[in-house]
Each structure stands twice: as C-alpha cells, then as structure tokens.
C-alpha cells in the first residue's frame, strides 16, 4: 500500500490519471486527508474537487495571463472556473480558450468534436441577445420592471422568430 | 397530475430484469448533456434566468406532440419525499433532487426516455434500457434528441461540438454506461484486475447510483469518459467490445465457484435467502448484501421459486422513499427497518404459500 501523500499514513483515497507521453499524474491519500481537501465528503468522492486538481494541475504555465481573463458575456474569471470546476456560458469555451486547450488535450485527448451535429444553427445572433440580456439584468437591479417586462418581451420575441 | 402511489408498484424499466443477459447486465443507460443557446448554464444562471428557462422548456415539452406521452413535473413544488422517490427510480439525479430553485423533469410513462431540466446542464436526456442493450437506446436517445432540437436550439460550436458547463462532458455531451452485478469477480478477488484493465482503456467504474456513489451490492456501473474527438458510434463501440469480455469473466467465476466452493456458497444462499423471509428489522445496507446473493442463487439455480424481476421489485421498493410511499406515512430510522423486514417477509411468504 502506497503511503498518504500528504502525511505519510497508509492511504486509502487513489486517483490516477494517465497522460500521454508522460508519467501518469497519482495522487494517494488517506481518508482524513482527502477530507481535508474536500476531495471526500461523507464517505463520497466529489467529482468538482477532483476536477479542480486537474485544472491547477494541467491548467498549463501561463497561469498567471489565464488568471486575469474574464468573460465579456457571462463575467465569469477563470480563477472561478478553476476553483468551481464548472463553466459559466458557452462562450466561456472560446474566451478561456487558451487555458481550456490544454485541460480538454489531458481530458480527452483530443480538441475537436467528431460526431452527431445539430441540424438547425442557432437563429438569433447570439450577441444582441445577449446585449439585451446584460440590459435585462441592469434594468432588473435598478428595478425599473417596465423596462425589464418590455426586454424580456423583446428577448422572447428575439428568440421564438430568429 | 400523477399518481406516484401507482408508479411506486411498478418497477419501471431499468429494473424490468428481462433483456439481454440480465444474469450478469442489470440495465443500460444513456445521457446527452444539452444546452441552450443565448443562456448561460445553470449554475450561472439568476433565479429569474432559471425561472424562464424552465417555463420555456415545460411549454416545449406539455404543448407539443412527441408521438408519445411525456410526464413532466416541476421538481421544485415536489415535497422531498416525492423527489427522493424520482431519484430512487433513476429519473432524477441526486443533484436535481437535492438542489434548490426552477427546475424540472419530463419522463414516458415507461419510464424508458426522460429529460432533466436544470440540472448541472440546462437539458440531461436520458434512456434507460433493461439488460445489455445499448445500441437500442443510443436509438431511443438519438431520435428524442432530435425531437428536441427541432423545438429548442442547442449550444454548439463546430470546434468543441456541444457546448457542456463541465468541460468533462464537452463534445458529444454522452455517457453511456452499463449497470453489472458481479458477485462471482467480487467473491473470487479477480474485481481489481478487471477494473485496472478498464481504466487502461479509459472507462470508468462507479457505484449503483452514478458519480461518486459506493459499490453497494456488487453492483458496478462501467462508463465512458472520454465525450470529445470520438464520435458516439465509437465510445458506444468500445464499451459494446468489453462488456461481453466482463460478462464471461463473471460465468467463469460463477462456473469456478460452483466447481470449488459449492457447499459454502450453497449455505451462503440459503441463509441470505432465509433472513430476507425471517427478518423483522433490516438496514438497506443489510439488504443489499442479501439480495445481491440470493440474486447470485437465482444464477445459479440455487433457488427456484424467485426470478430477477421480482428480486429487482424487492429491491426498488424497500428503499426509503419508496416505503414512505407504501406504507402512506413518514416513517423514522428503526421504523424503515421494521417496515423493510416487514414487506420482505410478506412478499416472500406469499411466493412460499403459492408453491
């Protein structure tokens, strides 16, 4: 038995990612330890922690440039993503682009779809719509519900005609 | 509004226990994780995003014909129990039951196609199949999600495929995954070594109810991980090659057991057999024990008045929130093991008194 990582206890907890051309990423610890780092709550692994050491621990070099990027349609920072583990928007896929390449290469193995594809393509253009959602969402905040009933309309109307 | 009192009598379709090598294959399961264009996911959402998002996917799913009859219930008004008693029938996940806010789930009567809403992805459909059949629900799945598309536009990009909140799920957006029992590999120690050799080729093994649950009852689920740079044909391949390769290792086992161990696994049955009809109080944990050896009896033909689809009724309907529903009240702790013990001694004594 490979002794915990983290205080030299028999371990109990084994994750191990194979990565291709390299030797394969192990992590051994012991029962408390994974509680420690939440990796274990209650007896069951949880998967978003896991997803996190792989995003700090292949998220690639440039981790400070990647630290400072956000997105212009969901705002969500990268440093979220990496601590969550969880996307915010699809155009999260292209504006973390550079931080994402590497993690989906360790992922899968690959970069580029292969498979079923939609037959119908997204009607609206995504960027007036979102426009209008970032508007929604101000109008929301400073609760002018007029305005608000009036873009939720047009969003609706946007989005049900193309 | 349905009546979740009558479904609570019915084993719904993973657990029909009658496809293809069911002595070894429990049920296949299919998911695509989908979502919707010009909305961010779920967990970005705000509760009034949520809140439209879930008003206009429940009017796609009540006001438009599908060729067959979709229930569709708004999570969020479900009291606990109710919720619980989904996820005990595998149509909502533990995520979907637990969290809080709009959210949805439209199910067939058969309980075969269901869709979640709101779930870590705006969409999770999934097919669920009695024994070793993933080919027809990848079908099943294939033709729902183009209905789907024809009502609501996806999320996707040409580069990544369909566009997931967990980069892990990214590209075909599929999970396709097989529920074994094996006893036999668990018993002879040989489980192990069949596992290392599925994780070389990228497939992985979880307990009965999915993502970071325990093998509870020698059931294992075989996955892929893999969703981007394959197409689906080829993920549902590769689990399709080993699946066979598992099963006739756990015949071999079974074979070996019976070969070496014959008096003890015999006696093993028995008992197990014996204390689901004379018990009057038992955890589920107990019980998952039980009915998984006495399941490995009927495979053996150990035990001849109990066939797979009554041992997997058992089984649904002595969960918690399944007995809540039977019994017609809330029950504590002791009283679910009383009431456990209870219903296994009824039923089993009713299958003794007709022989």
Not at chain 1, 138 to 147: D, S
Request: charged share 25%; aromatic share 6%.
């Amino acid at each position: 038995m490979k002794p915990c990582q983290s205080c030299g206890q028999p371990s109990t907890v084994h994750l191990c990612h194979p990565a291709s051309g390299q030797e394969p990423y192990e992590l051994h610890l012991c029962t408390p330890c994974a509680e420690k780092q939440n990796l274990l709550v209650g007896k069951e692994l949880q998967i978003s922690a896991i997803v996190q050491i792989m995003i700090t621990k292949f998220g690639g070099e440039t981790a400070e440039k990647l630290s400072r990027l956000t997105c212009p349609s969901c705002g969500l920072h990268y440093t979220e993503f990496r601590s969550q583990g969880r996307l915010g928007c699809p155009h999260d896929y292209e504006a973390f682009r550079t931080g994402l390449m590497p993690l989906l290469e360790r992922i899968h193995r690959k970069t580029v779809h292969i498979g079923k594809r939609p037959r119908q393509r997204p009607k609206a253009t995504p960027a007036d719509v979102l426009e209008l959602r970032k508007q929604l969402s101000e109008a929301i905040h400073q609760e002018a519900y007029e305005r608000a009933a009036q873009l939720r309309d047009l969003i609706r109307q946007k989005e049900t005609n193309g | 509004m349905m009546n979740f009192d009558e479904l609570a009598r019915s084993p719904g379709e993973w657990l029909r226990g009658t496809g293809p090598e069911s002595d070894v294959v429990v049920s296949s399961r299919i998911r695509l994780a989908r979502n919707i264009v010009n909305f961010p996911f779920t967990n970005r959402a705000s509760a009034m995003q949520r809140g439209e998002l879930e008003q206009l996917i429940r009017e796609r799913f009540t006001k438009s014909d599908w060729g067959f009859e979709f229930n569709y219930l708004t999570v969020h008004t479900l009291s606990p129990v109710d919720r619980e008693f989904l996820r005990e029938r595998q149509l909502l996940s533990r995520e979907l039951a637990g969290t809080e806010g709009p959210r949805g789930v439209a199910f067939e009567v058969q309980e075969t196609r269901s869709v979640m809403v709101n779930e870590e992805d705006h969409l999770r459909l999934q097919v669920l199949r009695s024994g070793f059949q993933l080919d027809e629900a990848w079908q099943d799945i294939d033709g729902l999600d183009d209905k789907v598309e024809e009502r609501i536009t996806y999320a996707f990009s040409d580069e990544f495929g369909y566009l997931t909140a967990c980069p892990t799920n990214v590209g075909t957006g599929m999970r396709a995954s097989v529920m074994l029992h094996l006893p036999a590999l668990q018993f002879t120690k040989q489980l192990e070594k069949v596992f290392r050799a599925l994780q070389k080729i990228n497939l992985a093994v979880r307990g009965l109810y999915g993502e970071g649950t325990r093998a509870s009852g020698d059931f294992y689920q075989i996955s892929n991980q893999v969703t981007l740079g394959k197409d689906e044909g080829t993920i549902l391949k590769e689990i399709r090659e080993v699946i066979p390769q598992i099963i006739h290792y756990e015949r071999e086992a079974r074979k070996a057991l019976m070969q070496q161990y014959q008096p003890l696994v015999q006696d093993k049955v028995s008992r197990a057999y014996g204390t689901l009809k004379a018990a009057t109080m038992m955890s589920a944990d107990e019980m998952m024990d039980l009915l998984s050896t006495v399941r490995l009896g009927i495979a053996l033909e150990m035990i001849d008045d109990l066939t797979i689809p009554l041992l997997n009724m058992l089984f649904l309907q002595t969960q918690p929130s399944h007995l809540i529903k039977l019994t017609g009240r809330s029950l504590t702790n002791e009283e679910h093991n009383v009431e456990r013990a209870t219903y296994l001694r009824h039923k089993l004594g009713e299958l003794s008194n007709k022989n």
